[in-house]
T-cell receptor, first 112, second 111 residues
Framework: NAGVTQTPKFRILKIGQSMTLQCTQD?????MYWYRQDPGMGLKLIYY???????DKGEVPNGYNVSRSTTEDFPLRLELAAPSQTSVYFC???????????FGPGTRLTVT | RKEVEQDPGPFNVPEGATVAFNCTYS??????FFWYRQDCRKEPKLLMS???SGNEDGRFTAQLNRASQYISLLIRDSKLSDSATYLC????????????FGAGTQVVVTP
């Protein structure tokens, strides 16, 4: 049972480039979330989804987009990367009964 | 005011000792409570859910005080491997499972 997987593990982007962070879960959870965590700081919610085809903004959505075409996958798109988007990105899936969330290993992104 | 507040620490604990720390939450609509642990540069991992009557999981004991809106975590017989940041996490009613995370309490267990 893989849980939540994320790719890539590391990425360096130049300013203005775009990329997609992949997230897949095999726990059949309806709820999925994207967070970012800056060094020494707490987690901030970027976007979330309560099921295939349904997404909504979190606390810090600017500069990002998401889609949810299947229960398993919840990719995060960065358009026109900026240095302020240098961070660690965590994807999580959540149980709709217990509200427990399970995190992927993260993607470390540097924008230079 | 932050939704979930924690003492950042660090709490320096000798191996084998007991350490306890709290967090407070401000939203009275909070309905589910958790402790997560996060190792340096790793993802948060669920340590335990916190139930109204309090609960224990091995060396870890969690308590919830709804009247005063705080949650506590106690670690007995601390191991070197307990060194981590402990995140206090709260779910607000009717929020689509979204969690409010505290900034974490750092625990350092020393030999």
């Amino acid at each position: 049972n893989a849980g939540v997987t994320q790719t890539p593990k590391f990425r360096i982007l130049k300013i203005g480039q775009s990329m997609t962070l992949q997230c897949t879960q095999d726990m059949n959870h309806n709820y999925m979330y994207w967070y970012r965590q800056d060094p020494g700081m707490g987690l901030k919610l970027i976007y979330y989804s309560v099921g295939a085809g349904i997404t909504d903004k979190g606390e810090v959505p600017n500069g990002y987009n998401v889609s949810r075409s299947t229960t398993e996958d919840f990719p995060l798109r960065l358009e026109l990367a900026a240095p302020s988007q240098t961070s660690v990105y965590f994807c999580a899936s959540g149980d709709r009964e217990s509200y427990e969330q399970y995190f992927g290993p993260g993607t470390r992104l540097t924008v230079t | 005011r932050k939704e979930v507040e924690q003492d950042p620490g660090p709490f320096n604990v000798p191996e084998g000792a007991t350490v306890a720390f709290n967090c407070t939450y401000s939203n009275s609509a909070s309905q589910s409570f958790f402790w997560y642990r996060q190792d340096c540069r790793k993802e948060p991992k669920l340590l335990m859910s916190v139930y109204s009557s309090g609960n224990e999981d091995g060396r870890f004991t969690a308590q919830l005080n709804r009247a005063s809106q705080y949650i506590s975590l106690l670690i007995r017989d601390s191991k070197l491997s307990d060194s981590a940041t402990y995140l206090c996490v709260v779910n607000i009613r009717d929020s689509w499972g979204k969690l409010q995370f505290g900034a974490g309490t750092q625990v350092v267990v020393t030999p």
